[in-house]
């Protein structure tokens, strides 16, 4: 089995671009597809949960960033990392559009020590992705609840259903800006 810190980092990244994909018609799929991901664009910070399994009840905190330049077209960049007590995990990903689906991996995916994006959707403001790592086959359900506030899930398929395993809340990181009046 992977260290409790790499399987945390792995779930949060992969819940963060389930986040990024939507149900949208062909025909203006990219320009919607395109608009979710740059609304998820910016630094994120929150804390997330593993609720099923052998590390159930482990509590873990991300600092996360999004960017869609590197992408070309719709999808994100996202790097960062994910901490349980005085353990610091790396995160990255790349979800990408390829055809009429999305495709990427967090980590170095699924031939190394991470995960691949095998599909995707965006549908109004959730991305769903499907996950796949040798036998284990899942999907991570981004959705903005604001503007700023991101809920993620990642569920895992267990015989014909899918459980869910890891949760996670982010909140975006605002600048501080100065507020005042011009006399």
């Keep these: 089995m992977y260290p409790r810190t790499s399987l945390i980092a792995r779930a949060s990244v992969a819940a963060f671009l389930a986040a990024a ?64 007590g005085v353990f610091k995990q790396p995160m990255s990903a790349l979800i990408t559009k390829a055809g009429g689906t999305y495709k990427g991996k967090f980590l170095d995916g699924a031939a190394g020590k991470g995960l691949d994006i095998t599909s995707g959707q965006v549908a109004g403001n959730k991305v769903v992705v ?12 981004a959705r903005l609840e604001s503007d700023n506030k991101l809920n993620i899930t990642i569920s895992v398929k267990v015989g014909e259903k899918m ?11 605002l600048d501080d800006v100065a507020v005042g009046s011009i006399k």
Excluded at 52 to 76: E, H, S
Excluded at 130 to 141: H, S
Excluded at 163 to 173: A, E
């Design 130 to 141: 499907g996950i796949n790592r040798q036998k284990l086959n899942g999907a991570m359900i």
């Design 163 to 173: 459980v869910p395993v890891i949760g996670v809340s982010l909140d975006r990181s």
């Design 21 to 84: 994909t939507t149900f949208a018609t062909p025909a203006s799929a990219g320009t919607r597809d395109k608009a979710f991901f740059e609304q998820v664009t910016g630094s994120w910070q929150g804390k997330g949960e593993i609720v099923a399994g052998k590390y159930k009840g482990t509590k873990f905190a991300c600092d996360l960033t999004g960017d869609t330049a590197p992408a070309k077209g719709a999808g994100i960049q996202l790097d960062g990392f994910c901490r349980v």
